[in-house]
């Protein structure tokens, strides 16, 4: 809501609190549509201000109201202005091999996350924002940097390897803009053919790097990240330990920006959707001591909310429950839900 002089007033706006007399006598109540007579009436009060409802007072979730944000938009302005100026210098490294200050990346860094409170708002912001189709690939490195910081952050990790992390972000995927843009963004199944194309991504970012005076971590999480703990990833089914340790944080960060971001096929997955793709086989496929505190993270950001669930009733979240962590409890009016022991309701919104 917004205060607005009483001469300011236009009609069709709507009161967001009630009006009081000086007299404390109830003039109007919330919701009502200003019209002429409305502010006829103020004016024989004399009520100079009131309270009028804004766009963001009509979101209905969490995630819109985020987008519709003051803050939200003042980091939207500087993150599309950053992401213009790392466009160019990626395009020019990728098809020209004009060098990339890593200075330059990590001041780029700082602007962007600057605009957001803590990590989690940065990862709030990073869901709402709709790069256009010929930024998604740019938009995708951009912002698993962003992401590894906090990541990083939250696995404890040193100042120093969450500076290498974030440069591994900025890096390890730029293969794939050496690949047409309707192979990437595909939104039917792949053919073989198509996929074994894909998956040169990785070798041709690796090939774009191994000159270019980067961390030997750097190199490898561009090389590594579709390898998979169980041997069953690209390009050398490596299995645990064979996998660089950054590659296996680039493979998790990877998959959760491609999770949370929007589509033309579909849109973001919430974050309790967000942690059962990855608890499917996770932990099979990823290294479990990374993934584990990584998913406890993401759900402890989420209490306090409310939710709609399946069946239409609205709760909010009371607790995470650490051993099934998309099925917290909730609490609905007076009635507590414990969501592990009722698995025919699942969380449909996060408000």
Request: proline share 2%.
């Amino acid at each position: 809501m917004k205060n607005v002089a009483r001469m300011a007033l236009e009609n069709g706006m709507v009161i967001g609190e009630d009006v009081y007399s000086y007299q404390n006598k109830l003039i109007y109540s919330k919701d009502t549509v200003v019209d002429d007579s409305v502010i006829a009436r103020l004016a024989r009060y004399s009520i100079m201000c009131v309270s009028v409802k804004e766009e963001i007072d009509y979101a209905t979730t969490h995630f819109e109201k985020v987008r519709l944000s003051s803050e939200f938009k003042s980091f939207e302005l500087t993150y599309n202005n950053c992401m213009s100026i790392y466009r160019k210098q990626m395009r020019g490294f990728v098809e020209q091999g004009v060098p990339v200050k890593m200075n330059a990346l990590m001041e780029m860094y700082a602007k962007i996350t600057s605009r957001a409170r803590s990590g989690e708002q940065l990862l709030d912001f990073l869901y709402n924002m709709l790069p256009s189709e010929d930024d998604m690939t740019y938009a995708h490195c951009l912002n698993s940097a962003l992401i590894a910081g906090v990541f990083g952050s939250w696995l404890n990790l040193s100042k120093e390897d969450i500076f290498l992390l974030i440069q591994c972000g900025f890096f390890y995927d730029i293969g794939k803009l050496k690949l047409p843009q309707d192979l990437l963004w595909k939104s039917g199944k792949l053919t073989d053919l198509e996929f074994t194309k894909l998956k040169t991504h990785t070798m041709l970012a690796f090939d774009m790097l191994k000159d270019k005076d980067m961390n030997e971590h750097v190199l490898k999480a561009a090389l590594m990240h579709h390898e998979r703990f169980d041997g069953s990833g690209y390009p050398s089914r490596l299995r645990s330990d064979k996998i660089d340790v950054f590659a296996k944080y680039i493979a998790i960060i990877d998959a959760y920006e491609a999770m949370t971001s929007a589509r033309t096929y579909r849109l973001s997955l919430n974050p309790f959707q967000v942690i059962a793709n990855f608890e499917k086989d996770g932990y099979v496929k990823y290294d479990e001591t990374i993934l584990k505190p990584i998913l406890s993270h993401i759900a402890a950001t989420q209490l306090g909310f409310n939710v709609r669930l399946t069946n239409d009733a609205e709760a909010q979240i009371i607790q995470i429950n650490e051993k099934h962590l998309t099925r917290p409890l909730l609490k609905s009016g007076d009635v507590e839900i414990d969501l592990a022991k009722e698995p025919e309701l699942d969380i449909a919104a996060i408000y």
